[in-house]
């Protein structure tokens, strides 16, 4: 992995300040919801504080029969139809019926629904009524009660049975509809609205079933909405905020107020800042179909919270964007024997706003202070990359294939030398090393013409001394010739490597000096295969040459040279029956020499040293013959480099063969 991309990395873990933001951000949304809430719930506590010690007109506690407003006019027949908008608020009457109660400008309205599949009839004035299905009304007005029977043998018009004695202001005849299905039975009724109930009773007998008191009547007090009580709490509840008053079974008492109408010229977030409240930061609301404004009853576990003598709060979904509702339940009266339960609603859009500002402000700087981390990180890893890159190529470039320092290194020019920092020392570091092994390099290249000048003279020395020994006017020995003999080829020797040595260096200089010039390279190869011909003797030697001429600027004879060098080098090895293989291929920039024979592998430990001087692969001499200096490939190697290119050898795949190649490149043209 680069440095860049390391230090971008490093960059990105500036990325858990916005993540902090973010949890901060949400941990304060979260305490300005609770000092909301503990706000709301002492208001609403007041109010329903103010209610108990006055003189509203609350429930007694207990059970109580809830009597809807009418939605339309209602027609006494038996049938349900008119009671289809109040039928999902039905209130259960025993365990297998269901009652409804309405009231209009009219009179007051009694609906009950029984289910049941076995039917036993009779009229209400029958002697067995009380054995068959049948229903017991008792209404009850200023301490006085009158209960009645309703039953029917058949569906239609029902005249109630009295069951008590008369009462002052209660009727003394009722008439219901009577009217029956596969499911059950339903019965209408339709009382004065004048009579002004306190109580009612209502009582479903199943005459297939022993029943311990067919006359008994499940008797509530009479509850419904309240103008007189709304009024009241109006003058309690706080501006802004919607109160409701509710029966302990959720039933609706008394409204005042509404929701706050928020500014529509004010500060709204947008839809993406609304996703991103509702996404990151807000807690989970409720919705808001079950505090619909309509409805009579509210079955919420917030009221029954309330409703068990505990205040309770509720988030709910407002009715703008990106608006919040918070909702108080709280007990009115005791809380061990609450009267009701008072609910206390406020809007409010402070808490996604504020919630909403702080986290785009804290994203926005946290992302800023992230983008321009990550630029001076990325800036900063540009040019410490920048700076290495030098740093290597000054390195690579600093010395020759053959050890020598490059001009601008010996002008002293290695770059990053005067900076004060690491990569400074660093760059003064190399440029020691590459100063040493330039003066090591220098002292070895200059090694060969020093020892040849400094052994010639005590070659000569003991070369005149062994003549002088053996032309003396005293015989030698005969046992002492043999070591005569071999003092005079070890001297031999000796001097052929100081003038080996001698001819390297001038080889050197002379292969530095030669000048280039334009030939066709082909022609080149294709002379000196010819020349070649007549010296590989029985040896097979093939010539691969491009169809077209390949033009070089280069200098032929130094090529000459080095192809003479490696043709000796592979006639050596060649078998006589074998062959030679010498190919000139162009490539991009110059062109490659391959030269390939039929002989032994090379060994893998001297592949790496066969083109430097003074090594051979080839057999010791014997004493009295020359012995073979190395040279050869070494001169190779030094017309590759003059040209800008490499010599390689390598084993041929198939086995059986070596392949020594020249890859070269044009020479510079000197400008005048």
Known sequence: MSLRRKLLLVALCTLALPVAGWLYVRQMETLLREGQAQALV?????????????????????????????????????????????????????????????????????????????????????????????????????????????????????????????????????????????????????????????????GVHDGGMSDPDPLAADSRPLWRYSTALAKELAQLAPDGAQARLLAPQGWLLARSGQLGRLDPGGAQPGWFAALVYRALLAARVGDAEPWSQDVPRLDLPEVARARAGQPATAWREGETRASVVLAAAVPVGPPQAPRGVLLLEQSSRAVPLLANRALFGLLLTSFGVLLVAGGILLAFATRLSLRLGRLRDAAERATLNDGRLDGLFAQGKFPMTEAEDELGDLARSFAKLFEAVGGYTDYLRTLASKLSHELSTPLAIVKSSLDNLEHGQAALPAEAQP??????????????????????????????????????????????????????????????????????????????????????????????????????????????????????????????????????????????????????????????????????????????????????????????
């Not at 108990?52 to 139809?81: K, M």
């Not at 292969?511 to 590989?536: H, M, S």
């Not at 062959?579 to 030269?595: M, T, V």
């Not at 051979?616 to 190395?630: D, F, N, Q, W």
Request: one cysteine or more; aromatic letters at 6%.
């Open 483 to 672: 070591y005569l003999d071999r003092a005079r080829d070890g001297v031999a020797r000796l001097g052929t490597l100081v003038r080996a040595m001698s001819e390297a260096s001038r080889m050197e200089r002379a292969i530095a000096a030669a000048e280039p010039e334009d030939v066709d390279l082909r022609e080149v190869v294709r002379g000196c295969a010819e020349a070649y011909r007549p010296l590989a003797g029985a040896r097979a030697l093939d010539c691969e040459l491009p169809a077209a001429p390949l033009p070089m600027h280069c200098a032929p004879e130094l090529i000459a040279q080095a192809l003479d060098k490696l043709f000796d080098n592979a006639l050596s090895f060649t078998p006589s029956d074998g062959w030679l293989r010498l190919s000139l291929r162009p490539r991009e920039g110059g062109a490659e020499i391959e030269l390939a024979n039929q002989g032994p592998p090379l060994p893998a430990a001297m592949q790496g040293r066969l083109f430097d001087s003074l090594v051979s692969l080839r057999a010791k001499a014997t004493p009295g013959e020359a012995p073979h200096l190395g040279l050869g490939l070494y001169v190779v190697r030094l017309v590759a480099e003059r040209h800008g290119g490499v010599a390689a050898a390598r084993n041929l795949e198939a086995g059986g063969g070596v392949a020594f190649s020249l890859i070269l490149q044009h020479m510079p043209r000197q400008r005048l």
């Open 42 to 202: 002492a208001s609403a506590r007041a109010v329903a504080r103010g209610l108990a010690v006055g003189d509203a007109a609350l429930p007694a506690g207990g059970q109580g029969w809830y009597v809807q407003a009418a939605a339309n006019p209602i027609t006494v027949d038996g049938y349900g139809d008119d009671w289809a908008p109040l039928t999902p608020w039905s209130q259960p009457l025993g365990t297998h019926a269901k009652l409804l109660l309405a009231e209009d400008a009219d009179g007051l309205y009694l609906y009950a629904q029984v289910r049941g599949t076995h039917r036993v009839r009779a009229d209400a004035q029958d002697a067995n009524a009380l054995r068959a299905d049948h229903l017991v009304v008792a209404l009850e007005r200023d301490g006085q009660r009158q209960r009645y029977l309703i039953a029917s043998a058949a569906p239609g018009p029902a005249t109630a049975r009295l069951l008590d004695p008369p009462a002052e202001g209660l009727p003394s005849l009722l008439v219901a509809q009577w009217q029956e299905d596969g499911s059950g039975y339903q019965v209408e009724l339709r009382l004065p609205r004048e009579l002004a109930l306190t109580r009612l009773g209502v």
